[in-house]
């Protein structure tokens, strides 16, 4: 009930291709969505994040796209860049205050070549 | 300092010592976090600290202790560690259960 099962573990892109990450969920009661990415030697960064009431979510290159019925949400980055070279985290919670646990996947490593 | 920071950044220490990781955070939070990140496994919270009051501890083992002085600090006392343990230790803070903001973390290595 509590995992988020990210896939795939590794992808590697060329320059301009456009890499997506999908997760997904068991919980029901989860309606917060973030995404974080981590670059080496750094803490995880929060990237966008998306709430069940809408489909789909896009901040500049990253977008999220949400399906409620399946349980599943991804993440798209248009236009990759070298320096989006990093490892992505897709992570789920439930709202609301004493709601603490943030469940994360295990990660995806990306690498776009030039 | 913006954000989160961490000491130290890296730590190598025998079974029988004993050490701290210090985080300390400055973005006004109130709410403060212990996580555990090893290859191949998603992030493991460890402890959660709101108002400076332990409001989540995940089966930790008690050879890791946490104590939160005030809301800006976050410390994780390491005692009689195994080599399991060695991992990236990370702290976040947010404000309430809001969104989390990471440190860069304390890479640790147990002998």
């Known amino acids: 009930q509590q995992q988020v099962k990210q896939s795939p573990q590794s992808l590697i892109v060329q320059k301009g291709g456009i890499p997506i990450i999908n997760c997904a969920y068991e919980?029901?009661?989860?309606?917060?969505f973030p995404w974080y990415q981590q670059f080496p030697g750094k803490g995880p960064a929060l990237l966008i994040a998306i709430r069940p009431d809408v489909s789909e979510k896009k901040e500049g290159r990253f977008t999220i796209s949400f399906n409620k019925s399946a349980k599943q949400f991804s993440l798209h980055i248009m236009d990759s860049q070298p320096g989006d070279s990093a490892t992505y985290f897709c992570a789920a919670k439930r709202s609301g205050a004493g709601s603490y646990q943030l469940t994360f996947g295990k990660g995806t490593k990306l690498s776009v070549i030039p | 300092e913006t954000g989160v920071t961490q000491t130290p950044r890296h730590l190598v220490m025998g079974m029988t010592n004993k050490k701290s990781l210090k985080c300390e955070q400055h973005?006004?939070?109130?709410?403060m976090y212990w996580y555990k990140q090893s290859a191949k496994k998603p992030l493991e919270l460890m402890f959660v600290y709101s108002l400076e009051e332990r409001v989540e501890n995940n089966s930790v083992p008690s050879r890791f202790s946490p104590e939160c002085p005030n809301s800006s600090h976050l410390f994780l006392h390491l005692h009689t560690l195994q080599p399991e343990d060695s991992a990236l230790y990370l702290c976040?803070?947010?404000?309430?259960?809001?969104?989390?903001?990471f440190g860069p973390g304390t890479r640790l290595t147990v002998l």
């Open positions: 919980n029901t009661a989860f309606d917060y």
């Open positions: 976040a803070s947010s404000q309430a259960s809001d969104t989390q903001y």
């Open positions: 973005l006004g939070h109130n709410a």
